[in-house]
């Protein structure tokens, strides 16, 4: 185990408990024998950490002490890499340069431990199904999702026949074959699912839809009997 997830062990063990804990318990609890315990109370103590105690009485956390972005554990790292890595290669240009952005971004506050176990994940992204060409730019409709805005596309159906409709675009799913956004249909006054490849134009109006995006989420979510997150 390297020093940094160390670090976050101890800290994630001190949120645990509420009153004071012995460096003994705290020793066990973490796996690492007492005299680096103390090493590393005194580290986190110098990053910033209000740690309270002394060898003998015991440790408590105070609150209000935000864990510092570079503080990941190994698994942490192969999860963010192994999606960014995903979004990177299927997701639209604007979404795949983000992905790669912001790893660079992780990886340059990284300590050099950690910084290795990004740089040399094993975990690969396998080659998928090609992706139908869309004819409009994804990160529009995105925005309209973002922005809660009413969309203005025209639509041509898997029979060729095309079609205006004004939606309300709430989500974006992602399949390995294809991208479907999910929405309220004005025309058809119910939920629809329109693949993007089959979206010939778009435009975002200037109208936001009168129902709060999470809130139409949830009413999908029930429509389609699909498990509500936590529930």
Request: charged residues 25%; aromatic residues 6%; proline residues 5%.
């Given at each position: 185990m390297s020093r940094s997830e160390r670090l976050f062990d101890l800290?994630?063990?001190?949120?645990?408990?509420?009153?004071?804990?012995?460096?003994k318990a705290l020793a066990e609890e973490t796996g690492v024998s007492l005299r680096t315990l103390y090493r590393d109370i005194a580290?986190?103590?110098t990053q910033g950490?209000?740690?309270?105690?002394?060898?003998?009485?015991?440790?408590?956390l105070k609150p209000g002490?935000?864990?510092p972005p570079l503080m990941f554990s190994a698994e942490e790292i192969e999860a963010l890499v192994l999606g960014t890595r995903w979004v990177a290669d299927r997701a639209d240009s604007h979404l795949s340069g983000a992905a790669r952005n912001a790893l660079a971004r992780i990886a340059a506050v990284l300590p050099a431990d950690l910084r290795n176990e990004l740089d040399t994940s094993p975990l690969l992204v396998g080659p998928g199904a090609k992706l139908p060409a869309d004819?409009?730019?994804?990160?529009?409709?995105r925005t309209a999702i973002r922005m809660e805005r009413k969309l203005a596309i025209t639509?041509?159906?898997?029979?060729?026949?095309?079609?205006?409709?004004?939606?309300w675009p709430f989500a974006l799913s992602f399949f390995d074959h294809v991208r479907v956004v999910i929405g309220w249909c004005?025309?058809?006054?119910?939920?629809?699912?329109f693949r993007t490849d089959r979206i010939e134009t778009a435009a975002v109006?200037?109208?936001?839809?009168?129902?709060?995006?999470?809130?139409?989420?949830?009413?999908?979510?029930?429509?389609?009997?699909?498990?509500?997150?936590?529930?």
């Amino acid at each position: 185990m390297s020093r940094s997830e160390r670090l976050f062990d101890l800290l994630q063990a001190l949120r645990r408990h509420r009153r004071p804990v012995s460096g003994k318990a705290l020793a066990e609890e973490t796996g690492v024998s007492l005299r680096t315990l103390y090493r590393d109370i005194a580290s986190l103590q110098t990053q910033g950490a209000d740690i309270e105690g002394e060898p003998g009485v015991g440790y408590v956390l105070k609150p209000g002490f935000l864990l510092p972005p570079l503080m990941f554990s190994a698994e942490e790292i192969e999860a963010l890499v192994l999606g960014t890595r995903w979004v990177a290669d299927r997701a639209d240009s604007h979404l795949s340069g983000a992905a790669r952005n912001a790893l660079a971004r992780i990886a340059a506050v990284l300590p050099a431990d950690l910084r290795n176990e990004l740089d040399t994940s094993p975990l690969l992204v396998g080659p998928g199904a090609k992706l139908p060409a869309d004819s409009i730019d994804i990160a529009l409709l995105r925005t309209a999702i973002r922005m809660e805005r009413k969309l203005a596309i025209t639509y041509r159906s898997g029979s060729g026949e095309a079609s205006a409709r004004t939606i309300w675009p709430f989500a974006l799913s992602f399949f390995d074959h294809v991208r479907v956004v999910i929405g309220w249909c004005e025309l058809r006054e119910s939920f629809r699912h329109f693949r993007t490849d089959r979206i010939e134009t778009a435009a975002v109006l200037d109208i936001r839809y009168p129902r709060r995006r999470q809130a139409m989420l949830r009413a999908w979510r029930e429509a389609e009997g699909i498990p509500l997150r936590g529930a």
